[in-house]
């Protein structure tokens, strides 16, 4: 077990842009010069909430100077993609891990809605009055009327324009 530094905080760096099928032995190469706590038990993968690599991992390492020594691989290559380094914590760590991946808590009551095909100059005002359900349809499905009488629904996408 590892004491950490003051409050716990650990000696933790967040990796973000790995390529998707990134192994362990791959990051613990990229890492060559640092030393990873427990080796590549102390890489710790981030997964999508569908259970796919998200291509973001944390690596717990055994002390400061070796955190220092990961930090200078920001922006080194791995394959075709180059991969930032940051500076983490056990706390973030461990919040990221508990909230996602295929054994995150449900969200389907979080409060959180993803929108996607945004227009690039989209303002928040734009999407405030798009669900007030005054939009003026230039970001909706072309001015549906459709009323679900059970209040659930299923939006479909790419179906042949025949379909019925």
Known sequence: MMLGTEGGEGFVVKVRGLPW???????QRFF????IQNGAQGIR??????GRPSGEAFVELESEDEVKLA???DRETMGHR???????NNVEMDWVLKHTGPNSPDTANDGFVRLRGLPFGCSKEEIVQF???MSDH??????STFQSTTGHCVHM??????AT
């Not at 060559?32 to 030393?35: A, E, L, Q, R, V």
């Open 82 to 88: 180059y991969v930032e380094v940051f500076k983490s």
């Open 45 to 50: 993968f981030i997964y999508t909430r569908e």
């Open 131 to 133: 669900f007030s359900g």
């Open 157 to 162: 996408r790419g179906l042949p324009y025949r």
């Open 71 to 73: 930090l200078k691989k």
């Open 138 to 143: 230039r970001y909706g499905d072309g001015g």
């Open 32 to 35: 060559s010069d640092c030393k």
């Open 21 to 27: 099928s990134c192994s362990a032995d791959e990051v």
